[in-house]
T-cell receptor
Framework: RKEVEQDPGPFNVPEGATVAFNCTYSNSASQSFFWYRQDCRKEPKLLMSVYSSGNEDGRFTAQLNRASQYISLLIRDSKLSDSATYLCVVNKKDTDKLIFGTGTRLQVFP | DVKVTQSSRYLVKRTGEKVFLECVQDMDHENMFWYRQDPGLGLRLIYFSYDVKMKEKGDIPEGYSVSREKKERFSLILESASTNQTSMYLC???????????FGEGSRLTVL
């Protein structure tokens, strides 16, 4: 079983739609969680950290469910510019190593 | 803003050649990393470094070595390039806990 698993998609949604991605992780000792965004042929960039209580940044909401070992990303009012691959990233306890999922591709159409 | 600069965006090398990929960061970060990214496999950690002259193997170190002589610079070396090392190579830096990575633009290596 992969340490971090994501549905590869693609998720094709119209502008204005709400879309959600989930990511599951296998190591219950994982401590830190992040969502990164990667545009085609570009480097990954940090989108947001995921906190235990859940957190929101504008149209983006991240949630953590430790009991079920998954994190989620919700995007409201999708824009064309949200089209990208979203990478789920998990940090092992007591280490600076980050484990990346293979990404979920989102395509927003007019 | 954190700036991570990789020396070459695109390289084409022949099997058996030695390849140097250089990475420089300007934020005085202790941690630096080298990943490779392949379709369907995601980002995989090759090597990382917590400090000058210090290095640790990641998940796929075979066929690679690294050098960190100065805090801001982390080099990835392919002693004898092979076709299965054709990939996108991404360098990143971070401060310690919580680890948040800042990536360079990537170096796309093709080995013929």
């Amino acid at each position: 079983r992969k340490e971090v698993e994501q549905d590869p998609g693609p998720f094709n949604v119209p502008e204005g739609a709400t879309v959600a991605f989930n990511c599951t992780y296998s190591n219950s000792a994982s401590q830190s969680f992040f969502w990164y965004r990667q545009d085609c042929r570009k480097e990954p960039k940090l989108l947001m950290s995921v906190y235990s209580s859940g957190n929101e940044d504008g149209r983006f909401t991240a949630q953590l469910n430790r009991a079920s070992q998954y994190i989620s990303l919700l995007i409201r009012d999708s824009k064309l510019s949200d089209s990208a691959t979203y990478l789920c990233v998990v940090n092992k306890k007591d280490t600076d190593k980050l484990i990346f999922g293979t990404g979920t591709r989102l395509q927003v159409f007019p | 803003d954190v700036k991570v600069t990789q020396s070459s965006r695109y390289l084409v090398k022949r099997t058996g050649e030695k390849v140097f990929l250089e990475c420089v960061q300007d934020m005085d970060h202790e941690n630096m990393f080298w990943y490779r990214q392949d379709p369907g496999l995601g980002l995989r950690l090759i090597y990382f470094s917590y400090d000058v002259k210090m290095k640790e193997k990641g998940d796929i170190p075979e066929g690679y070595s690294v050098s960190r002589e100065k805090k801001e610079r982390f080099s990835l070396i392919l002693e004898s390039a092979s076709t299965n090392q054709t990939s996108m190579y991404l360098c990143a830096s971070s401060s310690p806990a919580p680890v948040m990575l800042f990536f360079g633009e990537g170096s796309r290596l093709t080995v013929l």
